[in-house]
């Protein structure tokens, strides 16, 4: 069984910097898509970056691209997220996921198996 562990989030204030990781643990499959998710209170979830663990090539949404950059090593078993110049829109508990597939290509609205507790990221004005 897949987990996954995420750690740092925080608070900081707009323009500040986190990385967030996610390490998972149990993993026997040789591809897997990684992602960050996140939801802020009274909307609905939204991914936010998405990587392949072969080639990793990431895909973001269009709300972060430019600001937050998905990252993994392998070695590890981590993801991370490094998320530049924030904005208080930003604020939300970021999950990490993982979906073993062979073939697909890794996008956010593929469905993923294997969900972490989530970390809090707050961005002040």
């Known amino acids: 069984q897949v987990q996954l562990v995420e750690s740092g989030g925080g608070s900081v204030q707009t323009g500040g910097s986190l990385r967030l990781s996610c390490t998972a643990s149990?993993?026997?499959?040789?591809?897997?898509?990684m992602a960050w998710f996140r939801q802020a209170p009274g909307k609905e979830r939204e991914g936010v970056a998405v990587?392949?663990?072969?080639?990793?090539?990431?895909n973001y949404s269009d709300s972060v691209k430019g600001r937050f950059t998905i990252t993994q090593d392998n070695d590890k078993k981590t993801v991370y997220l490094q998320m530049n110049s924030l904005k208080p829109e930003d604020t939300g508990l970021y999950y990490c996921?993982?979906?073993?597939?062979?073939?697909?290509?890794?996008?956010?609205?593929?469905?993923?198996?294997?969900w972490g507790q989530g970390t809090q990221v707050t961005v002040s004005s």
């Open positions: 149990g993993v026997t499959y040789s591809r897997m898509c």
């Open positions: 990587i392949s663990s072969d080639n990793g090539s990431p």
């Open positions: 996921a993982a979906e073993p597939t062979r073939w697909r290509r890794c996008v956010a609205t593929m469905g993923f198996q294997h």
